[in-house]
């Protein structure tokens, strides 16, 4: 079966850093492409990240507006995949998900950066 | 950035009627592997997306073939033949033809 369980979610305050884990199982995640999704509280979905697997040299991509503060990356020996999120702001506020080839997805974690 | 727009907002349907939503986009999604990256996610209350439909017509495992979806270039369509009550919820269409992905604005589904 496979599983992505999203952990590291919280409050903070603008200008600060969090780090979201995805751990997954059920699925061959070296060869897996993972993305990041988020979806705002007026429940707009956004695409945030990708990263690709080492065949491809773990190319990654990042919409423009997380683009210089995130960074997604993986480690292939824990079947797991982070969003490291910097000087954060309130429009950051949302459910994240990670997702395997869209089509698996964790249940989300709620990110709320506020003061 | 390729925007999507599916329509309608939402949508009233009886038990065993048929349903239909439509996702246009701002410039084709035939990517350069002659592939057409759409895809249509159900988001049931309280619940994370799933896909049902993925390359604008292929079925995911376990999806009922009462879904169909259709479409080329920038006009695509999901299909319900006969709607059930495990369909309410918010379906949107997400194109991972061009970077950045983008996401319709959702149809929500409700039972009339």
């Known amino acids: 079966e496979v599983q992505l369980v999203e952990t590291g979610g919280g409050l903070v305050q603008p200008g600060k850093s969090l780090k979201l884990t995805c751990a997954t199982s059920?699925?061959?995640?070296?060869?897996?492409?993972m993305d990041w999704v988020r979806q705002s509280p007026e429940k707009q979905l956004e695409w945030v990240a990708q990263i690709k697997d080492k065949s491809n040299n773990y190319a990654t991509y990042y919409a423009e507006s997380v683009k210089g503060r995130f960074t997604i990356s993986r480690d292939d020996s824990k079947s797991s995949v982070y969003l490291q999120m910097n000087s954060l702001k309130e429009e950051d506020t949302a459910i994240y998900y990670c997702t395997w080839t869209l089509w698996g997805w964790g249940q989300g974690v709620m990110v709320t950066v506020s003061s | 950035d390729v925007v999507m727009t599916q329509t309608p907002v939402s949508l009233s349907v009886a038990i065993g009627q048929p349903a239909s939503i439509s996702c246009k986009s701002s410039q084709s999604l035939v990517g350069t592997s002659g592939k057409t990256y759409l895809n249509w996610l159900l988001q049931r209350p309280g619940q994370s997306p799933k896909r049902l439909i993925y390359l604008v017509s292929k079925l995911d495992s376990g999806i009922p073939d009462r879904f169909s979806g259709s479409g080329s270039e920038t006009d695509f369509t999901l299909k319900i033949s006969r709607v059930e009550a495990d369909d309410l919820g918010v379906y949107y269409c997400l194109q991972g033809t061009h970077f950045p992905y983008t996401f319709g604005a959702g149809t929500k589904l409700e039972l009339k």
């Open positions: 059920g699925f061959t995640f070296s060869n897996a492409w």
